[in-house]
């Protein structure tokens, strides 16, 4: 099955952000303009030409890159809760002040768990796991379009992957 992974656009979080939002309510982030533009021009992928499907993360700025995409090129979308972005804090607490040090540490510790570890976030195998468990029920598929995040994407390639806003990553499985 081949398999056309794609970043969500361009995102903003001045609205969630002045609501006071946080953990999952700042996912609720929508795209800036450009993100739409971003998700407009990257419909005409010519790699998209013969999927049958795209499968959505549940998270507003995925799920708007790939809602935009199938309007566009008329491709049918479902949603897949288990591709949603890296979990930062798995006890769902959000009790930290700054979770930029959460992601710090994970890039550090390249998603693996140590005596170092200081703070309650997702391995790069538990992520792993999740988004191979989702792609493995399209098995039937020939061809399918993920609308994801860079990080939950990097467990497809390989760790330090760093895409852009839209960007494609194109594997077979």
Same mark, same amino acid.
């Given at each position: 099955m081949k398999v056309l992974l794609v970043r969500h656009a361009e995102p903003r979080y001045d609205e969630v952000d002045s609501r006071g939002y946080f953990g999952m309510g700042h996912e609720l982030g929508r795209?800036?303009?450009q993100g739409v533009k971003q998700a407009e021009l990257r419909s005409y992928d010519e790699r998209f030409i013969g999927a049958?499907?795209?499968?959505?993360?549940?998270?507003?700025? $995925?799920?708007q890159? $790939?809602?935009?995409?199938s309007r566009m090129t008329n491709i049918p979308l479902v949603v897949e809760n288990d591709i949603h972005e890296w979990m930062p804090d798995m006890t769902q607490k959000f009790d930290v002040d700054d979770f930029s040090e959460l992601y710090k540490e994970y890039i550090r510790q390249k998603g693996v768990k140590s005596?170092?570890?200081?703070?309650?976030w997702e391995t790069y195998a538990q992520l792993k796991k999740r988004v191979d468990q989702v792609l493995s029920k399209y098995k039937t598929y020939k061809k399918i379009i993920v609308v994801s995040h860079g990080?939950?994407?990097?467990?497809?390639?390989?760790?330090?992957?760093?895409?852009?806003?839209?960007?494609?990553?194109?594997i077979n499985l």
């Open positions: 795209l800036t303009e049958e499907l795209i499968v959505a993360s549940p998270y507003t700025r $995925a799920l890159t $790939a809602a935009i995409i005596g170092e570890t200081k703070y309650p990080i939950a994407i990097s467990t497809q390639t390989f760790f330090e992957d760093i895409l852009d806003f839209c960007e494609v990553r194109e």
